[in-house]
């Protein structure tokens, strides 16, 4: 009898481990009973508060007067205004700018200027507005020729989110990549005094409401050693492009295989050293220029919906 005794014990000591660590196994499972699921999600986000005159930084980041300076990898959402300064990147990793009702105004260079990184994607929130602004003339070291542009960045960009990004470049460019430039979505407002985006290996977009206003070429993409690159690419989207110049400029091929492009030009609608492929969207143009398009070949698929000054072309 007394050895059934010590059995049944140990049994129920057994049982009550077991019922304890299950229920701490369904405590600490995602989304099952986390009273903090809004801190675990924002987890590992920096935060660089713009003061005016001021920068307040997270670890990872440097304030240098009126700059922010992030040197390590990851995410860093900024929000705020910034009267006269620069959120300034140079990391060797991936850096994430989550661009949260930001105003960022710099009279002497770029407002934000990716130096270096492995890739930097810009995070538009739902129902933020964000506002970058340059001056009218860069303070550049002796020899140098960039930045140029309001939002220039010599690695891999891509832009996403459902908020807005409004870009005034009075300097040069307003988006402008010295490698690739990717739009996934985002409602984005430029206005340029020269180009409006510029990826220089290559300019894909595949969604978004974007409105370019150019003193010179509305979107391009313009790597001439690279026969592979130098392409722009919009499958996506809807753009409303007025430029004094080309609308859409690219060196090797220009495609078009979705969207809705709305183009208002003095030159030439769409301009490439290479072929234009036209295969689907809806492309309407309005141009001063006789001949819509310069290149080696148009071609035009019969899933396209194109006309030029209210005449439907077809290929």
């Known amino acids: 009898m007394k050895i059934k005794m010590n059995e049944r014990m140990q049994l129920m000591k057994k049982y009550f481990i077991l019922f304890f660590v299950c229920a701490l196994i369904i405590t600490a499972a995602p989304g099952c009973g986390s009273p903090d699921k809004s801190v675990n999600e924002n987890e590992g986000t920096a935060v660089i ?15 240098d007067g009126s700059s922010a300076v992030i040197t390590g990898a990851g995410t860093y959402e900024i929000t705020g205004s910034l009267d006269n300064g620069q959120i300034i990147v140079n ?3 991936n850096v994430t700018l989550v661009l949260n009702n930001a105003d960022i105004k710099c009279d002497h ?13 810009i995070q538009l929130p739902e129902g933020s507005t964000n506002t970058i602004s340059d001056g009218a003339s860069y ?13 220039f960045t010599k ?13 005034n470049a009075n300097y040069n460019d307003a988006v402008a990549g010295r490698d690739s430039v990717t739009i996934e979505s985002g409602n984005i407002n430029i206005t340029a005094v020269n180009h409006g985006i510029k990826g220089k290996d290559y300019l894909s977009i595949k969604g978004g409401n974007i409105t370019v206003n150019a003193g010179n070429d509305a979107v391009k993409s313009t790597n001439d050693k690279d026969a592979s690159l130098g392409y722009l690419e919009i499958s996506g989207g809807t753009l409303t492009l007025t430029a004094s110049d ?21 030159n030439n609608a769409v301009k490439s050293d290479g072929n234009i492929e036209i295969t689907g969207g809806t492309v309407d143009i309005k141009t001063e ?12 698929g019969e899933n396209a919906d194109v006309t030029s000054n209210g005449e439907k072309i077809t290929g």
């Open 139 to 151: 303070s550049l070291e002796p020899g140098a020729n960039e930045p140029d542009a309001a939002l």
């Open 109 to 121: 260079s770029a407002p934000i200027y990716v130096i270096s990184a492995g890739h930097v994607y």
């Open 289 to 300: 220029d006789k001949d819509f398009v310069y290149t080696g070949e148009c071609i035009i």
């Open 49 to 63: 508060k713009l003061e005016g005159t001021s920068v307040s930084v997270p670890s990872g980041v440097t304030a």
């Open 91 to 93: 990391s060797t990793g």
């Open 155 to 167: 690695a891999d960009m891509t832009v996403s989110g459902e908020g807005t990004l409004n870009v």
């Open 246 to 266: 080309e609308a859409i400029s690219a060196i090797t091929r220009v495609s078009i295989s979705g969207g809705t492009v709305n183009i208002d030009t003095k």
